[in-house]
């Protein structure tokens, strides 16, 4: 039986199966540390394990650092959201200008986490109801923004992904790659 269990436990399972690079583990989170527990606790073991990731992003591509950072999950409720929130902090913290897009049009909750408003946001935009500079929001963490999903109307699936290889979102990321040093995209 377990010669035929291709599960991944363990982070050496990772290195063995996955042909990428392991950027770093984050521990199960204790629901005492609430979502933000680099915020909480900066000298705790789990905001280390964020400072990890962050340094190993960094040096994935020294010579030409990745502006733009897209995570995503196999699925629904695994803590995509809560990483990239975690990771927006820390690379905050080195004294960057931060933005999260949230791109989830399913399960969106990075205005939740900051505690921003949920509307407008990048919909509005992409719909052209709202110019990019109505729907950038700051956090009270210094060098983190924020722009939240928007409202899923006019026909638009929360299951659509068309919307991410739009030229409208391409010319979007364009845009904001002006105005932060790193933006990181919430998507399902």
Known sequence: MESLDTTIRTVE???????YPLLGAVSIFDKKEGELPVVNDV??????????IRT????T????????????SAVPGEGK???????AV??????????????????????SIFGVKGQPGLTEVLFGQKDLKDVIQKTKIN???????????????????????SKKFK???NSLRESFDFIFVDVP
């Open 90 to 111: 820390v690379f905050a913290r080195m004294g960057k200008n931060v933005l999260i897009l949230d791109a989830d049009l399913r399960r969106s909750r990075i205005h």
């Open 143 to 165: 060098g983190v923004s924020v722009i939240p999903r928007g409202s899923v109307t006019r026909g638009l699936s929360p299951y659509s992904s068309e919307y991410l290889s």
């Open 56 to 59: 190993n992003v960094l040096f």
């Open 43 to 52: 000298p705790s073991q789990r905001a280390e394990e964020f400072r990890i």
């Open 13 to 19: 399972d990772v290195e063995k199966h996955v042909p």
């Open 81 to 87: 959201s809560t990483i990239v929130s975690n990771l």
């Open 171 to 173: 010319g979007l990321l």
């Open 61 to 72: 591509s020294p010579d030409n650092p990745k502006k733009v950072l897209m995570i995503t």
